[in-house]
């Protein structure tokens, strides 16, 4: 497993992204696995987690995995509070370096995972997680991971015997903060064991994995929104499944279209905070297995980021949209998604998924759904389509969120919940879910609710919008001075509710562009404070461009900012 490092990328022909290394993959390992002089380094001892009421877990589950409206939970949570302050050991490295440690055990776990609620990484320091065997290792995350909030959830490490690892220049010292709040006892998950061998807590034997066919009329569209498809940890121990969803601007925004009950309970209460929800993208089965006991086998993409922010929700159409905080990589190849508002009834259907929080899998309809009302996840009226038996491969709990696509391959909704499972190698008959699009997209009075001003945010009117492949030609961003080094640029907030500041640490005189995602320009300065403030209170949410020269050095570079007034 790995982390890759994201870089910025080009939004809008005016504005481009300068500077930053494009991403960290697991070529490297952790500094202790290769410094020399090994016998120098103090002895790690073991922080052991107590022992929890497995049996309790297992008969909530066993109610619970019958309920798509709940979150798949495949963890159990462990409050800690363990950092740089009072735990782990330092060393000293032959460079001069230094690395801190710190071990996890919880017996029996298939996988563990971490919370942070101080996380803040100088340049050129890094963490890395690997089990105590080194049979798995995640990393590097790095300062391109700092949020102003401090959160970070990470992706899964397998095994019950964890290491984290910290590595920090010797001139950097000092500088970073970092502190663990949750751990996380995985005791069903997407370990390649439990794949290969249909486990007990994998998806149904009459699932599709997502290369199976659904149809000459359909696979062209789903071989290229399956780029676009994530599973997410959410909450640190629960699966849900979200979809990348294309915007009008059309400039690869990572906007993230998933369920609201992912989110918030019946009460509406949050169950988690997104800032440290994870996402894995392109996981599916080089070898798929089509409604078969046939195992499938794992994919070799590790394609994990974490950090978003809420954007919209309502409960009238189970709707959320997060915004990825860590900016996508080109490498990935990954697709965001079209959508039809216009609430027309489709031909057919097709949703893609990861059902159960297994790779990912593909169900079609071939009967257009219905629309219908329920009561859910606290609302008496939540308007949905209805499927009203699956023809090919069904959904399963960690499904929720996923997108349904027509006939032409665009988002009419999101799995809100459903009675539809496997019976063998064939589906049980039953009734799935869906909260409409056609609603969530103006729905209230403001952009807290409703999806119109981040997918249309110059209301076009449009009423519906293709996909938009990642591989689209980006100009590529303008030569820095020789010699010359970017200086270390931070928005802060980021996202803001209409002010930030632009940290200027040698006081230069710089002068700054705002830009909208249409390349209009829309406030300009120059400052030569540690930090000036930037107002755009009056603007509409959303996501602009902050492009800024530093007439003292003569270079250039832009950062993204999101727009986003509910927040705080």
Request: hydrophobic share 35%; aromatic share 12%; with cysteine.
């Given at each position: 497993?790995?982390?890759?490092?994201?870089?910025?990328?080009?939004?809008?022909v005016?504005?481009?992204?300068?500077?930053?290394?494009?991403?960290?993959?697991?070529?490297?390992?952790?500094?202790?696995?290769?410094?020399?002089?090994?016998?120098?380094?103090?002895?790690?001892?073991?922080?052991?987690?107590?022992?929890?009421?497995?049996?309790?877990?297992?008969?909530?589950?066993a109610i619970?995995?019958?309920?798509?409206?709940?979150?798949?939970?495949?963890?159990?949570?462990?409050?800690?509070?363990?950092?740089?302050?009072?735990?782990?050991?330092?060393?000293?490295?032959?460079?001069?370096?230094?690395?801190w440690?710190?071990?996890?055990?919880?017996?029996?776990?298939?996988?563990?995972?971490?919370?942070?609620n101080?996380?803040?990484?100088?340049?050129?320091?890094?963490?890395?997680?690997?089990?105590?065997?080194?049979?798995?290792?995640?990393?590097?995350?790095?300062?391109?991971?700092?949020?102003?909030?401090?959160?970070?959830g990470?992706?899964?490490?397998?095994?019950?015997?964890?290491?984290?690892?910290?590595?920090?220049?010797?001139?950097?010292?000092?500088?970073?903060?970092?502190?663990i709040?949750?751990?996380?006892?995985?005791?069903?998950?997407?370990?390649?064991?439990?794949?290969s061998?249909?486990?007990?807590?994998?998806?149904?034997?009459?699932?599709?994995?997502?290369?199976?066919?659904?149809?000459?009329?359909?696979?062209?569209?789903?071989?290229?929104?399956?780029?676009s498809?994530?599973?997410?940890?959410?909450?640190?121990?629960?699966?849900?499944?979200?979809?990348?969803i294309?915007?009008?601007?059309e400039?690869?925004?990572?906007?993230?279209?998933?369920?609201?009950?992912?989110?918030?309970?019946?009460?509406?209460?949050?169950?988690?905070?997104?800032?440290?929800?994870?996402?894995?993208?392109?996981?599916?089965?080089?070898?798929?297995?089509?409604?078969?006991?046939?195992?499938?086998?794992n994919?070799?993409?590790?394609?994990?980021?974490?950090?978003?922010?809420?954007l919209?929700?309502?409960?009238?159409?189970?709707m959320?949209?997060?915004?990825?905080?860590?900016?996508?990589?080109?490498s990935?190849?990954?697709?965001?998604?079209?959508?039809?508002?216009?609430?027309?009834?489709?031909?057919?259907?097709?949703?893609?998924?990861?059902?159960?929080?297994?790779?990912?899998?593909?169900?079609?309809?071939?009967?257009?759904?219905?629309?219908?009302?329920?009561?859910?996840?606290?609302?008496?009226?939540?308007?949905?389509?209805?499927?009203a038996?699956?023809?090919?491969?069904?959904?399963?709990?960690?499904?929720?969120?996923?997108?349904?696509?027509d006939?032409?391959?665009?988002?009419?909704?999101?799995?809100?919940?459903?009675?539809?499972?496997?019976?063998?190698?064939?589906?049980?008959?039953?009734?799935?879910?869906?909260?409409?699009?056609?609603?969530?997209?103006?729905?209230?009075?403001?952009?807290?609710?409703?999806?119109?001003?981040?997918?249309?945010?110059?209301?076009?009117?449009?009423?519906?919008?293709?996909?938009?492949?990642?591989?689209?030609?980006?100009?590529?961003?303008?030569?820095?001075?020789?010699?010359?080094?970017?200086?270390?640029s931070?928005?802060?907030?980021?996202?803001?509710?209409?002010?930030?500041?632009?940290?200027?640490?040698?006081?230069?005189?710089?002068?700054?562009?705002?830009?909208?995602?249409?390349?209009?320009?829309?406030?300009?300065?120059?400052?030569?404070?540690?930090?000036?403030?930037?107002?755009?209170?009056?603007?509409?949410?959303?996501?602009?461009?902050?492009?800024?020269e530093?007439l003292?050095?003569?270079?250039?570079?832009?950062?993204?900012?999101?727009?986003?007034?509910?927040?705080?």
């Open positions: 497993m790995f982390v890759l490092r994201l870089k910025y990328i080009i939004i809008t005016l504005v481009f992204v300068t500077g930053l290394n494009a991403q960290v993959t697991n070529e490297k390992e952790p500094y202790s696995w290769k410094e020399i002089n090994k016998k120098n380094q103090k002895e790690l001892s073991i922080i052991e987690m107590p022992k929890f009421n497995m049996a309790k877990i297992k008969s909530e589950d619970n995995d019958l309920d798509k409206s709940k979150v798949y939970r495949f963890g159990y949570e462990f409050d800690v509070d363990y950092g740089f302050k009072n735990a782990g050991v330092w060393d000293q490295l032959s460079s001069g370096d230094w690395i440690r710190i071990r996890f055990k919880s017996n029996g776990a298939k996988t563990l995972n971490f919370v942070c101080e996380y803040k990484l100088p340049e050129g320091a890094s963490l890395y997680l690997y089990s105590e065997d080194r049979k798995d290792l995640l990393g590097a995350y790095t300062d391109a991971f700092n949020r102003a909030d401090g959160m970070l990470t992706w899964m490490v397998e095994g019950d015997d964890i290491i984290l690892e910290y590595y920090v220049p010797e001139s950097k010292k000092g500088q970073g903060k970092f502190n709040s949750k751990v996380v006892h995985g005791y069903r998950s997407v370990t390649d064991f439990e794949i061998q249909k486990g007990l807590n994998d998806s149904g034997d009459c699932n599709q994995d997502v290369d199976c066919t659904v149809g000459a009329d359909f696979d062209p569209l789903k071989n290229e929104l399956k780029r498809v994530a599973l997410m940890v959410v909450g640190s121990s629960g699966f849900c499944t979200g979809t990348l294309n915007n009008t601007a400039n690869k925004a990572p906007y993230f279209l998933t369920a609201n009950h992912c989110y918030v309970n019946e009460s509406g209460d949050p169950l988690s905070n997104i800032s440290t929800w994870a996402f894995r993208f392109n996981w599916a089965s080089p070898n798929p297995s089509c409604a078969t006991t046939t195992p499938s086998t994919g070799t993409f590790d394609q994990t980021t974490s950090g978003a922010t809420l919209a929700n309502n409960s009238k159409s189970d959320l949209l997060v915004n990825i905080d860590t900016s996508l990589p080109d990935w190849n990954l697709e965001w998604a079209g959508w039809d508002r216009t609430g027309n009834t489709p031909n057919f259907t097709v949703g893609i998924h990861h059902p159960s929080g297994d790779i990912m899998k593909v169900c079609r309809d071939n009967q257009s759904p219905a629309q219908t009302n329920l009561d859910f996840n606290g609302n008496a009226t939540t308007e949905v389509w209805e499927i038996d699956w023809d090919l491969g069904v959904t399963e709990r960690g499904s929720s969120g996923s997108a349904l696509f006939q032409n391959g665009r988002i009419i909704g999101q799995l809100a919940g459903g009675t539809a499972a496997c019976n063998g190698t064939t589906d049980n008959n039953q009734f799935d879910v869906y909260g409409r699009f056609d609603i969530s997209w103006d729905f209230g009075t403001t952009d807290a609710t409703r999806l119109s001003n981040w997918l249309d945010p110059q209301n076009t009117g449009q009423t519906t919008l293709d996909m938009l492949s990642g591989d689209v030609v980006v100009p590529p961003p303008p030569p820095s001075p020789p010699g010359e080094d970017i200086v270390e931070i928005l802060f907030p980021n996202p803001t509710q209409g002010e930030f500041t632009i940290t200027n640490k040698e006081e230069n005189l710089i002068k700054y562009t705002i830009y909208d995602i249409f390349g209009k320009s829309i406030d300009s300065g120059q400052s030569d404070e540690e930090n000036p403030v930037i107002d755009i209170t009056s603007q509409r949410a959303g996501m602009y461009f902050v492009y800024v530093d003292s050095k003569g270079i250039s570079y832009t950062r993204r900012v999101v727009l986003n007034p509910r927040l705080f």
